[in-house]
């Protein structure tokens, strides 16, 4: 089974900029589809970025033009680069992974906290 880990949250000032990284105990195939989630108090875990296997890339709308989410599969890594960063985005960062294109997610990391203020 694959443990995710993610670091680099942290408080940033409105504006600013942070990256987040998922590092994984075992291998990260190519054909895997890794996930960016967040979870605010009180609010769902809502999606806000995917990678797939191919490559394709897909983001929630209000995060398209400012995060991007990469992959280095030999340091079994994902990352996501997190820029012009907003109040609404504070919330516990997850790194999500599964082995089909489709389907439910097999494992998921502890979070990271982003906490954006004014």
Not at 37 to 49: N, W
Not at 52 to 58: D, P, S, T
Not at 88 to 98: F, I, K, L, N, S
Request: aromatic fraction near 12%; glycine fraction near 12%; include cysteine.
């Amino acid at each position: 089974q694959v443990q995710l880990v993610e670091s680099g949250g942290g408080l940033v000032e409105a504006g600013g900029f942070l990256r987040l990284s998922c590092a994984a105990s075992g291998s990260i195939f190519r054909s895997d589809t890794m996930g960016w989630f967040r979870q605010a108090p009180g609010k769902q875990r809502e999606f806000v970025a995917v990678i797939y296997g191919g490559g394709l890339k897909n983001y929630e709308e209000s995060v398209k033009d400012r995060f991007t989410i990469s992959r280095d599969n030999e340091k079994n890594t994902v990352y996501l680069q997190m820029n012009s960063l907003k109040l609404e985005d504070t919330g516990v960062y997850y790194c999500a992974q599964r082995r089909l294109a489709y389907g439910p997610w097999d494992s998921w990391g502890q979070g990271t906290q982003v906490t954006v203020s004014s």
